[in-house]
């Protein structure tokens, strides 16, 4: 359990750094998405700095648990409230919601296999 927590760790960090890249640098496409939701574009890169940040616990989380689980629990809250954003600007799109939805799945799973490898 400890290799596919490390593995799914180190690509869901790698896949924040590359969603906060796009937002750093205002790819058309995340911008559109923003738009559609109501976030403003000002604050960017606010969440561009959580999803880094996030991807930077969960590499030290590697090797201390604790930054791990807190760098998840933030994650949580992270895409519930992007699936908070979504449900209230009516989008029923069903990729925006799948990739919200999948990351939040991999999120929960991944922090149910740290608090298992704590407890252990």
Do not use: N
Not at 52 to 67: E, K, M, N, S, Y
């Amino acid at each position: 359990m400890f290799v596919a927590s490390c593995v799914v760790s180190v690509v869901l960090a790698g896949l924040l750094a590359h969603s906060a890249t796009g937002k750093l640098t205002r790819h058309q496409k995340q911008v559109a998405g923003m738009r559609a939701t109501g976030f403003p574009v000002a604050r960017l890169p606010w969440l561009a700095a959580a999803e880094l940040a996030a991807a930077a616990g969960l590499l030290i989380g590697l090797v201390w648990w604790p930054v791990a689980v807190a760098a998840l629990v933030g994650l949580v809250a992270y895409f519930v409230g992007a699936l908070v954003f979504l449900l209230r600007a009516g989008l029923t799109m069903f990729a925006a919601w799948s990739r919200a939805a999948a990351f939040l799945a991999v999120t929960v799973v991944l922090l149910a296999f740290d608090l298992a490898r704590a407890s252990s």
